[in-house]
């Protein structure tokens, strides 16, 4: 098989009607997480490990509604309390590795909650869902997370 890897960046900003330190509790508290960090198409949740420190892993075990297995396997490389966090992570379908990215969360206070700005870095391999679909799943993901906020 012919090996092949496409580079893109994406960026998606959002307006959230909570502190900063409610959006950053959001993304640092395991059971916090849990609630927003799935998606519709998410059928089964497997596993999840979560170490919320520089150097620390999470990992996310799933299957989709189409009974493939997902992994998520991220290491947190820089936190700011209530302003920052810097990670990478892959995604593999089975035993292949997908993507490799590099990601950042910015959190901005600003007179009526927070400025969130993400970034992801990402290069996808041969089989991919690409940049367009992972750009996609982090809007959902955000919008769930908007949601759990308000709550």
Sequence with gaps: MERSVSHATFTIERNYPATPERVFAAFADPTKKRRWFQDEEQAEEGDFEMDFRVSGVEVKHFRGSNGMEFTNHTVYLD???????????????????????QSTVELRANGKGTEFIYTEQGAFFEGADGAKMREGGWRLLFDRLEESLVQ
């Excluded at 700011?80 to 490799?100: C, D, L, P, Q």
């Design 79 to 101: 936190i700011v309390e209530n302003r920052r966090i810097v990670f990478a992570y892959t995604m593999s379908v089975g035993a292949t590795r997908i993507s490799s990215s």
